[in-house]
Structure formats: C-alpha cells, structure tokens
C-alpha cells in the first residue's frame, strides 16, 4: 500500500521548468504591481507606496519685486 502512495507522489511531482524572464514595460509592471497589491501583498502595498509617494508642494515665498 505504501509502494503505491509512493508512485503516485513521484507520478504528481512536476518535472524542473528553468526560470523565465519576460521583459515589461513600465506601465505593464505598474499594472502587475496594483494586481499583487490588491490581492493583499503587503510587499506590492509597499513598493507602491514608496514610487507613488505624495510630494508635499513646497512652499513657494513670493518675492517683492521693487518698481
């Protein structure tokens, strides 16, 4: 009974598929990330938390100018 648990682990084990890399483009990695932020990766939260960062407006002084 254990031989055939054991062939049957060995039949549903994947075979080794080498890493791939597939080149994006900035707005297809944008659109990647929100998909991985909103399926609740922290990671991606972060990640788009830091690019998309709010830049306080700096505070322009206006300056007199004499006639």
């Not at 039949?11 to 080794?16: D, I, Q």
């Not at 990766?41 to 007199?64: N, S």
Request: hydrophobic fraction near 35%.
């Amino acid at each position: 009974m254990e031989e055939k648990k054991s062939e049957e682990a060995a039949k549903a084990k994947k075979s080794y598929e080498k890493p791939t890399v597939t080149k994006l483009t900035p707005e297809q990695a944008k659109l990647k990330l929100l998909g991985a932020a909103s399926m609740g990766d922290q990671g991606a939260k972060d990640l788009l938390e830091m690019i998309f960062r709010e830049v306080p407006p700096k505070d322009f002084k206006t300056e007199k100018k004499s006639a």
